[in-house]
Every structure is written in C-alpha cells, then in structure tokens.
Nanobody, 122 residues
Framework: QVQVVESGGGLVEAGGSLRLTCAAS????????MGWYRQGPGKQRELVAT???????TYVDSVKGRFTISKDNAKTAVALQMNSLKPDDTAVYYC????????????????WGQGTQVTVSS
C-alpha cells in the first residue's frame, strides 16, 4: 500500500502565490519520479511538472518561469511553488509518485493523490 497525499490548495487572486505539497509513504523500495498533473473545468488533464530522483525537472510551457517543483532530501516528498497565478491555472492538482516496489527489475507503479483544488480569481 502506497499513499500519496497533497495539500496546500486554495483560493487566490490573480498574481498571487500558492505552495502545494505532496508526500508519498507506505511500502515501496524507491521512488523513480514524482510530479503534478492538473485538470481544469472543461479541460483535459495535463502534466504540469515532474522531478526525478536525481533532481531533473520538467515543466509544461505555460508554467515555465512561474512554477517551481522541488523535492525533499529523502526524495519522498515534493512541493510545487506557484507564483504569478493566472485564472487559467484554476484546476484540481494531482500529485503522483512513480515507485519501484522491490529492488528487482524495472517495473514502476504509479500512485495518485486525491487532488487539491486551486482556484485563481480574475
């Protein structure tokens, strides 16, 4: 059993900031990567940002320069610092953790958090 829990969502005015956090816990050998997806009203789910165990990051173009993903030293938690928020950032944000459940082979399992609502007013 692996648990992924997000927090930090809320209501903010355009131009404001929020910090989302996510922690993975449970039974697994190691985490390959963690990331954030979001799904806004009437929109498709999209990948927002990822960070690998080595610290390599990726971002969707629309958030580059505004969002920053980071990890803790244990590599089991991530944060998403969101600055200069826009109404188009309004969405439910989902954290995921891609984990190895044992120290054999290369099979990775993806676990999802429950989501946290981010609402940006105009």
């Amino acid at each position: 059993q692996v648990q992924v829990v997000e927090s930090g969502g809320g209501l903010v005015e355009a131009g404001g900031s929020l910090r989302l956090t996510c922690a993975a816990s449970g039974s697994f050998f190691s985490i390959n990567a963690m990331g954030w997806y979001r799904q806004g009203p009437g929109k498709q789910r999209e990948l927002v940002a990822t960070i690998s165990s080595s610290g390599t990051t990726t971002y969707v173009d629309s958030v580059k320069g505004r969002f920053t993903i980071s990890k803790d030293n244990a590599k089991t938690a991530v944060a998403l610092q969101m600055n200069s928020l826009k109404p188009d950032d309004t969405a439910v944000y989902y954290c995921n953790a891609d984990v190895y459940r044992e120290n054999v082979g290369d099979v990775v399992f993806r676990y999802w958090g429950q989501g946290t609502q981010v609402t940006v007013s105009s």
